[in-house]
């Protein structure tokens, strides 16, 4: 079955600390990634997706993916954080079948110390 | 362009009440997808809808029931409403549900159910 494991529940981080958040999937094909941020109160907002070629994906605020079939991982990552970057970060997997099923981790809350 | 909107954006039922959600797609969007979101079980798929026709749906009671009108737009209702739908409604609109669009979520409509 498809999933997908967010190892961490709540990271903090310093501004202007990098960051990495880990995203692990378990699909059987070659999957379609995404990774979506949300603030307190709001609904989701894309920041990145993957669906083939080049296996480093830029996205909006700063923020980029890496895609690596041998670790089935999708790990973010922004060299350095803002203090409006504490959010609450999830990585999807498109599910098998389409029409639009995400498959969503768990989430990682991200703090960001002054 | 406008948003994916949801309304109400807050409500209070009691259980064993009903209740009906709604959800505007972004213009020229034909696909509207509905997720659950909880503490416990995180985002969940509930359905999706396609040209007034669902083409997928998630692992959820038949009290969970969805439509869509030919404008795109799009309503969920829960019948008989259980403590355990407390949540909150996330919809997702795109252009066709295919596995490679982007899904562009609206801010979620919060229920509680006392």
């Known amino acids: 079955a498809q999933s997908v494991t967010q190892p961490d529940i709540h990271i903090t981080v310093s501004e202007g600390a990098s960051l990495e958040l880990r995203c692990n999937y378990s699909y059987g094909a070659t999957p379609y990634l995404f990774w979506y941020v949300q603030s307190p109160g709001q609904g989701l907002q894309l920041l990145l997706k993957?669906?083939?070629?080049?296996?480093l994906v830029q996205g909006i605020k700063g923020f980029e993916a890496e895609f690596k079939r041998s670790q089935s991982s999708f790990n973010l990552r922004k060299p350095s954080v803002h203090w409006s970057d504490a959010a609450e970060y999830f990585c999807a997997v498109g599910a098998s079948g389409g029409y639009n099923k995400l498959i969503f981790g768990a989430g990682t809350r991200l703090a960001v110390h002054p | 362009k406008a948003g994916v909107t949801q309304t109400p954006r807050y409500l209070i039922k009691t259980r064993g009440q009903q209740v009906t959600l709604s959800c505007s797609p972004i213009s020229g969007h034909r696909s509207v997808s509905w997720y659950q979101q909880t503490p416990g079980q995180g985002l969940q798929f509930l359905f999706e809808y396609f040209s007034e026709t669902q083409r997928n749906k998630g692992n959820f009671p038949g009290r969970f029931s969805g439509r869509q009108f030919s404008n795109s737009r799009s309503e969920m209702n829960v019948s008989t409403l259980e403590l355990g739908d407390s949540a909150l409604y996330l919809c997702a609109s795109s252009l066709d549900g295919s596995s490679t669009d982007t899904q562009y979520f609206g801010p979620g409509t919060r229920l509680t159910v006392l």
């Open positions: 993957y669906f083939s070629g080049d296996t």
